[in-house]
């Protein structure tokens, strides 16, 4: 299965462990919750999923990757003690805390989470000194004499031996106390990641054109060489980060990243076209509004991987604009629930100034941010959307300071004037991202006669997180008879292959 269905099977798998009956005990008893093992190629993102459930979930996670442990480290050390057996003093060995139990301890008492993931990666590259209490983990959930406590869950994860020299087959024992899940790379499920997460336009735009080389993972007489899903979006990371400081990345800095030389080196040659169309095609000038005919004569008549890449160009900036609108929905959203708590006709303490309730509220909201952060509940966009809401409510506060009225009313109206202030902020950068997106049509129109090209366009947009998002609430005409289009052949696609199958 791809990334994303495995993703939602750890989630529910999750949920119906933690589930709990009508006395609080748990559903499916702690010995009888079968430990999750994800088997997949390396970089495919078996550990990033786990970060997203646990945010999701708003449960804690603790991760660990044993093949940096030995037994000692994993069981806890000896020591002698004595006890009372019959009647009679003995001294047996017991061991110290395991470091990886005596963590989740210390997550449930820094974070308050009682529930949560334990994800041990590399598990089926562990020692031999190391591999029958491995058995002893996944069976019993212990580690030595220590049990990892209730309601936390075990998900490992592993590479499949033709990646790893390190990995050891389980036996039948084993595997049949495990669930099993094989994860295959899904280019299709990433690219949606990608356009989430803003991967650099150029990495998306060539695996666009070039998806064999998403996942590829070769040994030869001259050695291994593989790109990886992972190795992508690090390498996005860096160029984003090297273009910032004024710089190109060449073939040898791709290569760190993608150690695949003929991949490395067919990367590097689009890169330099990408910023070369970039310069050319002044992308915010045509979303802007400013259409000339050379360049949609040109662009028309270019070959195909610059029509791919102007269009990754244009999908790029306008998932920008997107995201800005939905960061300042999301933004003015959670204000707004926070505002609402100061509300006068709601509030039965109408003695409280306005001010000293903004000030309860800002405090609140500002532990619970830490709580979060600390917890690791929260993803670097929402950490962001948290801080802003804390200084717009900082910012109001201090504006009564400034009025000095102290009359709670006025207080008040003088709040839903600023709150105003991000709803019209709303909307000029939904009207702007709209007349964008129109712009962009105007120019892919007037380049592609046929429209054949804006089937692309649209797939691209159907796949973008935020222009979905915005796409639900802003009527496009031009995107919904393109996409009707669309639908369309692939109906026909899937017809035309119905009767190629029945005529064999």
């Given at each position: 299965m791809n990334i994303?269905?495995?993703?939602?099977e750890?989630?529910n798998?999750i949920?119906?462990?933690?589930?709990?009956d009508d006395?609080?005990?748990y559903?499916?008893?702690?010995?009888?919750q079968r430990p999750?093992?994800l088997?997949g190629?390396?970089?495919?993102?078996?550990?990033q999923i786990m970060?997203q459930?646990?945010?999701?979930?708003q449960?804690?996670?603790?991760a660990y990757?044993?093949t940096?442990?030995?037994?000692?480290s994993?069981?806890g050390l000896?020591f002698i003690?004595d006890?009372?057996f019959?009647g009679?003093?003995?001294?047996?060995?017991?061991?110290t805390?395991?470091?990886?139990?005596a963590?989740v301890?210390?997550?449930?008492?820094s974070?308050?989470?009682?529930?949560?993931?334990l994800f041990i990666d590399?598990?089926?590259?562990v020692?031999?000194?190391l591999?029958?209490?491995?058995l002893?983990f996944?069976?019993y959930k212990?580690?030595g004499?220590?049990?990892?406590?209730?309601g936390w869950i075990?998900?490992t994860?592993?590479?499949p031996?033709e990646y790893?020299k390190?990995?050891?087959?389980?036996?039948?024992v084993t595997?049949?106390r495990i669930k099993?899940i094989?994860?295959e790379p899904d280019?299709?499920?990433?690219?949606?990641y990608?356009y989430?997460h803003e991967?650099?336009?150029?990495?998306?735009?060539?695996?666009?054109?070039?998806?064999?080389n998403f996942c590829r993972?070769?040994?030869?007489?001259d050695?291994?060489f593989?790109a990886?899903?992972?190795?992508?979006?690090?390498?996005?990371?860096?160029?984003?980060?090297?273009?910032?400081?004024?710089?190109k990345?060449?073939?040898d800095?791709?290569g760190?990243?993608?150690q695949?030389p003929k991949?490395?080196?067919?990367?590097?040659?689009?890169?330099?076209?990408y910023y070369?169309?970039r310069?050319?095609y002044q992308?915010?000038?045509i979303?802007?509004?400013?259409i000339r005919?050379s360049l949609c004569n040109?662009?028309?008549?270019a070959p195909f991987d610059?029509?791919l890449?102007?269009?990754?160009?244009?999908l790029s900036?306008?998932g920008?604009h997107f995201?800005s609108v939905?960061d300042?929905?999301d933004?003015?959203g959670?204000?707004?629930?926070?505002?609402?708590?100061?509300?006068?006709e709601?509030?039965?303490?109408?003695?409280?100034?306005m001010e000293?309730r903004?000030?309860?509220?800002?405090?609140?909201?500002?532990?619970s941010?830490?709580?979060?952060?600390?917890?690791g509940?929260?993803n670097?966009r929402?950490?962001?959307?948290?801080?802003?809401v804390?200084?717009l409510l900082?910012?109001i506060?201090?504006?009564l300071k400034?009025?000095e009225?102290?009359?709670v009313k006025?207080?008040?109206n003088h709040i839903?004037?600023?709150f105003q202030e991000?709803?019209n902020?709303?909307?000029?950068?939904?009207?702007?991202?709209?007349?964008?997106?129109?712009h962009?049509?105007?120019?892919?129109?007037?380049?592609f006669?046929?429209?054949?090209?804006l089937?692309?366009?649209?797939?691209?947009?159907?796949?973008?997180?935020y222009s979905?998002k915005?796409?639900?609430e802003?009527?496009c005409?031009?995107?919904y008879?393109?996409?009707?289009?669309l639908?369309?052949k692939d109906?026909?696609d899937?017809?035309?292959?119905?009767?190629t199958?029945l005529?064999k």
């Amino acid at each position: 299965m791809n990334i994303k269905r495995a993703k939602e099977e750890i989630r529910n798998t999750i949920e119906a462990y933690l589930l709990k009956d009508d006395y609080g005990t748990y559903e499916i008893p702690g010995m009888r919750q079968r430990p999750v093992f994800l088997m997949g190629p390396p970089g495919v993102g078996k550990t990033q999923i786990m970060e997203q459930i646990a945010r999701e979930c708003q449960i804690g996670l603790v991760a660990y990757t044993i093949t940096h442990h030995t037994r000692q480290s994993a069981v806890g050390l000896p020591f002698i003690t004595d006890k009372e057996f019959g009647g009679k003093q003995s001294r047996v060995t017991e061991y110290t805390m395991s470091e990886i139990v005596a963590s989740v301890y210390n997550k449930i008492e820094s974070t308050g989470l009682s529930e949560g993931i334990l994800f041990i990666d590399e598990i089926n590259c562990v020692s031999e000194t190391l591999a029958p209490t491995m058995l002893q983990f996944l069976q019993y959930k212990t580690f030595g004499n220590h049990r990892i406590p209730e309601g936390w869950i075990i998900v490992t994860a592993g590479n499949p031996p033709e990646y790893n020299k390190s990995v050891r087959d389980f036996d039948v024992v084993t595997l049949d106390r495990i669930k099993l899940i094989h994860v295959e790379p899904d280019y299709e499920v990433w690219k949606t990641y990608a356009y989430e997460h803003e991967i650099h336009p150029a990495v998306i735009s060539y695996l666009n054109a070039r998806t064999d080389n998403f996942c590829r993972i070769e040994t030869t007489v001259d050695g291994k060489f593989f790109a990886t899903p992972r190795g992508w979006e690090d390498l996005s990371s860096f160029i984003k980060i090297y273009e910032r400081l004024g710089k190109k990345p060449d073939r040898d800095v791709v290569g760190e990243y993608i150690q695949f030389p003929k991949i490395a080196k067919d990367f590097a040659n689009y890169l330099e076209l990408y910023y070369k169309y970039r310069d050319d095609y002044q992308i915010d000038e045509i979303l802007s509004g400013t259409i000339r005919e050379s360049l949609c004569n040109k662009l028309g008549r270019a070959p195909f991987d610059e029509k791919l890449n102007v269009m990754g160009l244009l999908l790029s900036r306008l998932g920008q604009h997107f995201k800005s609108v939905a960061d300042q929905g999301d933004r003015t959203g959670l204000l707004m629930e926070e505002l609402k708590k100061a509300d006068p006709e709601t509030d039965i303490n109408s003695d409280v100034s306005m001010e000293e309730r903004l000030f309860k509220i800002r405090n609140q909201w500002s532990e619970s941010l830490k709580q979060k952060r600390e917890a690791g509940l929260l993803n670097r966009r929402e950490d962001f959307l948290y801080r802003d809401v804390e200084a717009l409510l900082l910012k109001i506060e201090e504006t009564l300071k400034k009025s000095e009225k102290n009359d709670v009313k006025d207080d008040w109206n003088h709040i839903r004037k600023m709150f105003q202030e991000e709803i019209n902020r709303y909307d000029m950068l939904f009207a702007e991202s709209g007349k964008a997106l129109e712009h962009a049509f105007d120019f892919l129109e007037a380049a592609f006669v046929t429209g054949q090209e804006l089937v692309l366009f649209i797939t691209e947009l159907n796949s973008g997180f935020y222009s979905v998002k915005f796409l639900k609430e802003y009527e496009c005409e031009r995107y919904y008879q393109y996409n009707k289009s669309l639908l369309f052949k692939d109906r026909e696609d899937e017809i035309r292959s119905r009767i190629t199958s029945l005529g064999k």
